[in-house]
């Protein structure tokens, strides 16, 4: 199986600036797509950005300009870079990655999520 682990979350004043990261373990052979998403409280969770093996990114327009994601292939890591944040950025941030494993002979494709960090913009 596959975990990721997230971190970097925290509290900030608004125009600050945090770094998410989020590390994938396991018996991994491959990973594909690599993103953020967030959820605040009463809403859906919503896309953020997300990255492919290829290099494609995705952002939400909200955050066009100020976030950056990255991802670090060698050690399985994908970065979120937040800049200018606002305080209608104040949610839970979760990790998520399509995930090629090994289970015995195997190779499995699963989809997975993080725990989840909370990052609160607030003056």
């Known amino acids: 199986q596959v975990q990721l682990v997230e971190s970097g979350g925290g509290s900030v004043q608004p125009g600050g600036s945090l770094r998410l990261s989020c590390a994938a373990s396991?018996?991994?052979?491959?990973?594909?797509?690599m993103g953020w998403y967030r959820q605040a409280p009463g809403e859906e969770r919503e896309l953020v950005a997300r990255?492919?093996?290829?290099?494609?990114?995705n952002y939400a327009d909200s955050v066009k300009g100020r976030f950056t994601i990255s991802r670090d292939n060698a050690k399985n890591t994908v970065y979120l870079q937040m800049n200018s944040l606002k305080p209608e950025d104040t949610a839970v941030y979760y990790c998520?990655?399509?995930?090629?494993?090994?289970?015995?002979?195997?190779?499995?494709?699963?989809?997975?999520w993080g725990q989840g960090t909370q990052v609160t913009v607030s003056s």
């Open positions: 998520n990655a399509d995930v090629t494993y090994y289970s015995g002979s195997y190779r499995v494709l699963g989809h997975y």
């Open positions: 990255l492919t093996s290829g290099g494609s990114t």
């Open positions: 396991g018996r991994i052979f491959s990973i594909n797509i």
